[in-house]
């Protein structure tokens, strides 16, 4: 899938430097924002901070327990994945498999009952 690309930038996808910022890009939430880095060129998913993600995996891990240990079916398991792959606002990685508003592994997050899509695709 290919991102969309700022008009002053010479890489596709959002651009990295704040200089470089389109007004689309600029008014992005930071989050999901950078993933071209103008100085090399290069394309790189940037999640959210280390420690965001350990809250959302305790807070998920803490959620699942109080949900009893549920899981859902296989049905729904591939129903959500298939959500995560068609993300509609591109922010599923697919050589990670991983999301880039949450930072979650989907390989694992749709399996469990308590869990949600962080931008309510399910």
């Not at 060129?41 to 790189?44: E, L, N, P």
């Not at 549920?70 to 079916?73: G, M």
């Not at 129903?79 to 959500?83: A, K, N």
């Given at each position: 899938m290919t991102k969309p690309k700022c008009e002053s930038c010479p890489v596709a996808g959002p651009c990295r430097s704040p200089a470089a910022l389109c007004r689309r890009h600029a008014e992005a939430p930071?989050?999901?924002r950078?993933?071209?880095d103008h100085v090399n060129?290069?394309?790189?998913p940037v999640y959210p901070p280390l420690a965001t993600q350990l809250a959302n995996v305790a807070k998920a891990a803490g959620?699942?327990?109080a949900s009893g240990l549920?899981?859902?079916?296989q049905e729904e398991y591939e129903?959500?994945?298939?959500?995560c792959r068609a993300c509609p606002t591109g922010r599923y990685v697919e050589a990670d498999d991983r999301c880039l508003a949450c930072g979650c592994h989907l390989a694992i997050k749709p399996w469990s009952k308590a869990e949600r899509c962080?931008?309510?695709?399910w």
């Open positions: 930071e989050r999901w950078p993933v071209v060129g290069s394309t790189a959620w699942f327990v549920e899981t859902v079916s129903r959500r994945r298939g959500i962080p931008d309510g695709h």
